[in-house]
């Protein structure tokens, strides 16, 4: 049977095999940025390594970037000493998103990619296979070490045709989180295929594989054609572009067919990015802020499709419109072109090029306010302002809808418009530091906002402990550990971090750890959907969580509850969702010996006077890093030996 590019990548980087059939892969690449990074390094510097062992290492600065006190800046100063210490290109602040700018400049096909950001699978649209993690599997990457990931279900995308005007990807990605869901993608890389590929730019490829991590696949990757040589060549990066394509006879688990000529404007309504529905039934929605910007939607073939609908018009006076192009290439050829003067005119505000907004860095809509933005994400309160509705649309509703004050659908109310790529594209690799080829004598500096982070012990023979949170189903790391201005400085420092920890779902919840000394979360369906922050497993160690209870969970999150240690406990029988309750009174007799071989554990409910049978669903590794307390300890005695 023939293979799929996904397997021919991961046949050509295979490290070895688990006895249940995960695959342990080498990586060739690392990304870090600015929010997770400091953990990342700090964990890397754990591990006592003199150098990386990477093809390439990159640490970005774009999420923190709002230097409204010492703390980012003291971060960065941090993650550019030790990029230096160890050998990791250094992207300064203001260079752009990680994702752009690893697509223009470090994105190969034919590679593995491991970054610190669930969004990493973005550079699959140069047909790398590209995957989100938590800082310490990234770190451990950067030690050199396979990354594990499980025997891929690879979805097929099968695209033919070719999108018409005013359809973009960002609506063929509405699309697929309209058919898949936020949790329809786990377990599973999805590759885009048929003939309709060809017709996509990289960038269009990019905002599809960007938006994949919304389902909760874990990759998504595409061919590597002329479109990608062109663009590595465009980029002077000709030499790196190798030819991938699936065999003809290759046979995917599934298919999802799709003919791009029926895709239409669509936009996803708050609080979820699968809520989604055609932009021409929300028309008339009054909005009140447009952002365009974000790893999603802030390509140059994005932006300049802005400037040519805004061009010769004033954005409404109702609406605040702002703009974050996604890196200095960016932002230097739309100066170079003059684009960056019509959305001047226009009216917009024109901000850094960095994350911004998508993560609540600034720009937090008004009370009740509605935001309709070119972003990937809509989780409640993330914008920063907690009654803020968040829409998610494409630059061209986006741009549209900032003109004329309401949701409106391009379709219906836009002709046509004339953009222009250029021929050439601007290099400018200055903002990029290299590092020198020699660290020992670099010192790394550590301002006083970063704290030691905590590390769990080797696992007990008995846990015990109350529920001191229940939650539903679709918890987002967002909720778990809110990320907006005031608390991203805080990201290298669990102590102050933890106050706010679940802060929009129970405000009690961290007072409640501290009385209690802990004790287990349970949640529903897909916990941890989102983000990669590790914070979010961290900070609950911090507080004393001895592990999880739920009925399913999301990749990245349930690997970083397993690194700090934290076991995810699977209900058996879901209907026992409804027993447990706050206050309720664990205990698990023998977890020591079920995390050491068995596939279930009973919990006695002490106050409630009932057991549940809870599922280990844990490879051999994941069990004896949990035995080991995390897999810092495991690692830190496998490297040493
Ligand atoms: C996000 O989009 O949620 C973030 C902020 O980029 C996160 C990383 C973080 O929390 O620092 C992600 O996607 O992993
Ligand atoms: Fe940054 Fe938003 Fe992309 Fe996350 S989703 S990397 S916050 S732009």
Known sequence: MGKSVVEKIIDSHKAGIQYNGDIDIRIDQTLTQDSTGTMAYLQFEALGIDRVRTKGSVAYVD???????FENADDHKYIQTVAAKYGIYFSRPGNGICHQVHLERFGRPGWTLLGSDSHTP???ALGMLAIGAGGLDVALAMAGVPYTIKKPRVSSISLRGSLGFPASAKDLSLKLLDILSVKGGIGR??????EGVTSLSIPERATLANMGAETGATASVFPSDKITRQ?????GRKKEWVELKADNDVEYEEVIEIDLREIVPMVAKPHSPDNVVKARELSGVKVDQVAIGSCTNSSYADLVKTAAILKGKKVHHNVSLVISPGSRQVLNMLAESGALGQLISSGARILECTCGPCIGMGQAPPTNGVSLRTFNRNFRGRCGTASGQVYLASPEVAALSALKGYIADPSTELIHINVNMPEKVLIDDSMIIVPPG???KVEVVKGPNIKPFPVNRALKKKI???IVLKVEDHITTDHIMPSYARLLPLRSNIPALSEHCFEA????FPRRCKEKGGGFIVAGENYGQGSSREHAALVPLYLGIKGVIAKSFSRIHRANLINNGLIPFLLDDLEDFTKLNLGHTLVIDAIKTSVSGQDYVEARVINGD???????????KERKILLAGGTLNYWKCQLST
């Open 63 to 69: 999420h923190n970037t709002l230097q409204t006190g």
């Open 122 to 124: 973005t550079n699959g």
């Open 189 to 194: 890389i999805l590759e885009y295929s048929g």
């Open 231 to 235: 663009f590595l060549a465009n980029q």
């Open 438 to 440: 020699e660290g020992r």
């Open 464 to 466: 015990q402990g109350e």
């Open 505 to 508: 779902v129970d405000s009690q």
């Open 610 to 620: 009932y057991n549940v049978r809870l599922k280990l669903e844990l490879s051999g």
